[in-house]
């Protein structure tokens, strides 16, 4: 699609050019030579992603939706993203960068969630130029090369936001992160209008993290322990002790960081344990995503074999829903 749009475009400049020397060249070639100028620039931010209302428009229904009815088992943080994503993009004039750090075991939707934002507010989604991913065990491996990675990351988040003030930051595994390397971005998500005449407010940056985990799963089980329902768990039954345990967690990235000491995140996001019923809900979407027809039978006998927690009780999915896909492929 994009090479036949390449071929159209020079098509038209040479069909352009003929029309300009069809008439006198002095009179003409420089309002004409504007023209088609003006038809290029639009041509191309037709073609390739740049920086505008085209390719960049925040869907506050669309990610709703998507919440509600992708997301399973996460009610708390469904309503944290959706309020805070939806402030945020709808704030004309926001004093810093969204700073979300969602936590929560493996295969709860962390990621997933991270996918819902972008695809809501860029057009190409993940695949967006201005949707940068980095994995603590990928691009920061070294202990040794940790002051090297700083500079590379502040000189990394710089350029791209002056290249697109609207630019979103992944960092995924924060748990496996050495300590410190994270402070270094501590200046681009304060509170200031400009940092050497670039402004980072309009910036979205989002951690990814196990750590906290265990402090999410005890509230999680002492209240079914109490025989209380799940859907009653709020974000202030979680959040106070999440960002504590997280702060004091010597095996995070984000272990004493300045970032939670000065108040920069903005939330911390608590994924549930997810339990045999939202399995099956997982595993019924998944079917659906595959082009298959949904069978109860087949998730059901799928969910069963897998591992669940504590050993005794068995409620919560020690992989969650990270594994489905695959198993699936087995039964099916």
Same mark, same amino acid.
């Given at each position: 699609m994009r090479a036949t749009y390449k071929t159209l475009f020079v098509f038209y400049v040479l069909i352009s050019n003929v029309f300009v020397n069809a008439f006198e060249p002095i009179s003409t070639t420089f309002l004409v030579g504007l023209g088609v100028a003006a038809v290029g620039r639009k041509f191309y931010n037709y073609v390739y992603e740049s920086c505008d209302s085209k390719w960049i428009y925040f869907n506050s229904t669309g990610l709703e939706v998507a919440l509600d009815q992708k997301l399973f088992g996460q009610h708390v943080a469904s309503r944290v993203i959706q309020k805070a994503v939806t402030g945020f993009m709808n704030n004309k004039n926001p004093k810093k960068p969204l700073v979300l750090s969602l936590h929560g075991w493996t295969g709860t939707g962390k990621n997933f969630v991270s996918?819902?934002?972008?695809?809501?507010? +860029?057009? #190409? !989604?993940?695949?967006?130029?201005? =949707? @940068?991913?980095?994995?603590?065990?990928?691009?920061? $491996? @070294? $202990?040794?090369?940790?002051?090297? +990675?700083?500079?590379? $990351?502040?000189?990394? %988040?710089?350029?791209? =936001?002056?290249? *697109?003030?609207?630019? /979103?930051? %992944?960092?995924? #595994? /924060?748990? &496996? /992160?050495?300590p410190g390397l994270i402070d270094c971005i501590k200046p681009y998500l304060d509170y200031y209008e400009h940092l050497d005449g670039v402004s980072y407010r309009q910036s979205i940056f989002i951690f990814l993290s196990n750590a906290g985990g265990e402090h999410i799963?005890?509230?999680?089980?002492?209240?079914? &322990?109490?025989?209380r329902d799940r859907e009653e768990m709020k974000l202030l039954d979680l959040e106070p002790a999440l960002s504590l345990s997280v702060f004091n967690n010597k095996q995070s990235g984000l272990w004493h960081t300045s970032l939670i000491d000065k108040n920069l995140v903005d939330f911390f996001v608590p994924f549930l344990p997810l339990e045999y019923r939202h399995v099956l809900l997982c595993g019924m979407a998944e079917m659906s995503a595959k082009g298959?027809?949904?069978?109860?039978?087949?998730?059901?006998? /799928?969910?069963? #074999? $897998?591992?669940?927690?504590?050993?005794? #009780?068995? %409620?919560?999915?020690?992989? !969650? *829903?990270?594994? %489905? !896909? !695959? &198993?699936?492929? +087995?039964y099916t």
């Open positions: 996918q819902l934002i972008a695809e809501n507010i +860029y057009k #190409e !989604g993940m695949a967006s130029s201005f =949707v @940068h991913q980095f994995v603590s065990t990928a691009h920061f $491996l @070294h $202990l040794s090369q940790i002051e090297n +990675y700083k500079s590379q $990351l502040q000189q990394w %988040i710089k350029g791209n =936001v002056t290249n *697109c003030p609207r630019s /979103m930051f %992944i960092f995924d #595994e /924060m748990d &496996k /992160m050495h799963t005890q509230v999680a089980l002492d209240f079914w &322990k109490a025989g298959l027809k949904p069978d109860r039978d087949v998730v059901d006998q /799928m969910a069963r #074999e $897998l591992v669940y927690f504590p050993k005794s #009780e068995r %409620i919560f999915s020690s992989k !969650g *829903c990270k594994t %489905i !896909g !695959g &198993k699936l492929d +087995y």
